[in-house]
């Protein structure tokens, strides 16, 4: 799990910080924080917070913070917690200009509001909206998906994928699955999603064929974390744009898989 964290969210080293006053930020401050977009939020989802004055110390989870599998509302002397609809959300970094969390599994598609906290010291009420779905990949830069060769090592430009290859990719907001993810905790083992058959996968604008994508779901280990097993087509486009579309929506434009 840190592994990831590391990849998408930054360092995982704590640093002095100070601010004043109250947390300062707006719902246009806020993103999904796979995709760095606003707008795609669905229970199960990393968001990130943008702001001042968000946190006195600069802070990413450890495995000290993770009890049994499960997950921390609060991070140890960060004195920081985000509220949504008054359910608290997991925290994996906190500094005086980005929070990100995970917006819990228990929550349902509609109209939210969240709210930060530093030291009982309270930010805006904002209000956001839940989707059943908000699928974006994650990323190992503004256009380049994170995925991995059965390996384990990052598919890159320097290492990319190859046409017929197995390829696992990594994803927030792909929706429910079966069983259903357990709020507050690490994904125990694999769990498909519960809206399979409207799943898919397009490579420059076109669905792969069902039968290639091996599993989708859960990526066990992690918390908010989806993990797709594709089986590239034999014939493949260089660097190809990839997007994965739910029932409800289709991830953003513009990514692109490292292939040759």
Known sequence: MLVLAALVFGPLAA????????????ADSIANSAAGVAGFYAPNTFLSIYGQNL???TR????????????????????????????????????????NILVPTLLVA????????????????VAITLENTAPAFFQTDATTVLAVHLDGSVIAPTAPAHGG?????????????????????IAPAAA?????????????????????????GAAPGF????????????????????????????????RFLPAQ
């Open 192 to 216: 498909e999603l519960a809206a399979r058959a409207d799943f898919a996968v397009l490579l420059n604008g076109s669905p792969v064929d069902a039968s290639r994508i091996a599993y989708a």
């Open 15 to 26: 640093e002095a910080g100070s601010t004043d006053g109250a947390p300062i930020y707006s």
């Open 110 to 125: 509609g109209p939210a509001t969240l709210q930060l906290e530093v030291d009982g010291l309270a930010g805006p009420a």
């Open 60 to 99: 990413a989870i450890s495995a000290n913070d993770i009890s049994a599998g499960m997950l921390p509302t609060a991070l140890t002397g960060s004195g920081v917690r985000v509220l949504i609809n008054a359910i608290p959300m997991d925290i994996w970094y906190v500094s005086p200009t980005l929070v």
């Open 223 to 254: 918390a908010g974390v989806y993990q797709i097993n594709l089986l590239l087509p034999g014939a493949i486009d260089r660097n190809p744009e990839i997007r994965i579309r739910t029932a409800e929506r289709t991830s953003p434009a513009g």
């Open 165 to 185: 290859e197995m390829i696992v990719l990594f994803a927030t907001g792909l929706g429910q699955t079966i069983p259903a993810q357990i709020p507050n905790q």
């Open 55 to 57: 946190a006195h110390v």
